[in-house]
C-alpha cells in the first residue's frame, strides 16, 4: 500500500543572497523504501490551500534542517540562528491543516521542535555548549520509551544530529513525553494526547543503530 504525505523543506541562501527551497534526498530515498510518496510544499507560495487541493495526501512529515524562531528559545549564549519566517509561515499552517483533517504528522529533528513549540512549549538552544563531550552530535545513544506505543520496547539506540533540545519541562501540555535520553535530562520523543502527532528527536532517514526500529515505528503511526 502507498500512501501519499506531504513535507516542508529547509531554505537556503546562494552567495547572492537568493532563497530557495531545499529538500535532503536521503528523505525521499528513505520513505519511498517504507512505500511512502513525498510532495513537498514550497516556502514561497502564496495561495498554499491551491496547491493542497491538487493532491491527495494522507499526513505531513516535518523534516530535520533549520531552526525554530528563537522568541521560543533559551539561550544563555550568543547563536546564529538559522530561521525564516517563510517556513515558519508555511509549516503552522501545514500544522494547522492537519489537525482540521485529523491527518498523522510526524515531526523529525528540527520538526519535533516545531511542533512543540507550535503548542506552546520552548526549547533549549545549543545544549552542547556547557555539557560534556557525550552530548556531542554523531555520536549514537541509548533512549528509554515511557509510554507503550505499537508494542515497541522499552530501550533503544538512535543517532544524534541535534544542537538544540527539549527539556522535560519545557515540553508543550498537550504533549506526552515517549521517549528521553537515558543519561541526559533531554526528551527524545513526544506524542500528543489527543491528536495522531509524533515528534522524534533522530534522524530516521539517516545512518541508524537500529534500522528496524525506525521502521517499525514510522510504517505502525501511518498504518502501512
Not at 504525505?5 to 534526498?25: A, T, W
Not at 517563510?86 to 482540521?100: D, H, P
Not at 528540527?110 to 555539557?131: C, P, T
Not at 533540545?165 to 515517549?178: H, M, P, S, Y
Request: proline fraction near 4%; aromatic fraction near 10%; charged fraction near 25%.
Amino acid at each position: 500500500m502507498l500512501i501519499n504525505l506531504l513535507i516542508s523543506q529547509k531554505v537556503i541562501k546562494d552567495k547572492h543572497g537568493q532563497k530557495s527551497d531545499c529538500l535532503e534526498s536521503n528523505y525521499v530515498t528513505y520513505f519511498n523504501s517504507l512505500g511512502i510518496n513525498l510532495y513537498p510544499v514550497s516556502n514561497f507560495l502564496d495561495d498554499l490551500d491551491a496547491y493542497l487541493d491538487g493532491i491527495e495526501y494522507q499526513g505531513l512529515i516535518l523534516p530535520g534542517g533549520g531552526d525554530v524562531n528563537p522568541r521560543y528559545c533559551e539561550l544563555n549564549n550568543d547563536y546564529d540562528f538559522n530561521f525564516h519566517h517563510e517556513k515558519e509561515r508555511v509549516e503552522n499552517f501545514l500544522i494547522t491543516k492537519m489537525i482540521s483533517l485529523k491527518r498523522p504528522v510526524l515531526g523529525i529533528c528540527y520538526g519535533m521542535q516545531q511542533l512543540n513549540v507550535f503548542f506552546g512549549g520552548r526549547i533549549s538552544a545549543d545544549i552542547h555548549r556547557n555539557e560534556s563531550h557525550i552530548r556531542k552530535p554523531k555520536r549514537n545513544h541509548p533512549i528509554h520509551l515511557k509510554k507503550d506505543l505499537f508494542g515497541l520496547q522499552k530501550e533503544y539506540e538512535v543517532n544524534h544530529f541535534h544542537d538544540h533540545g527539549i527539556r522535560t519541562n519545557q515540553v508543550a501540555k498537550c504533549f506526552d513525553i515517549l521517549a528521553i535520553d537515558k543519561n541526559f535530562d533531554v526528551v527524545e520523543a513526544i506524542v500528543h494526547r489527543d491528536l495522531p502527532i509524533i515528534g522524534i528527536q533522530w534522524h530516521t532517514e539517516r545512518k541508524s543503530p537500529d534500522a528496524e526500529f525506525n521502521r517499525r515505528l514510522i510504517t505502525r503511526f501511518f498504518n502501512l
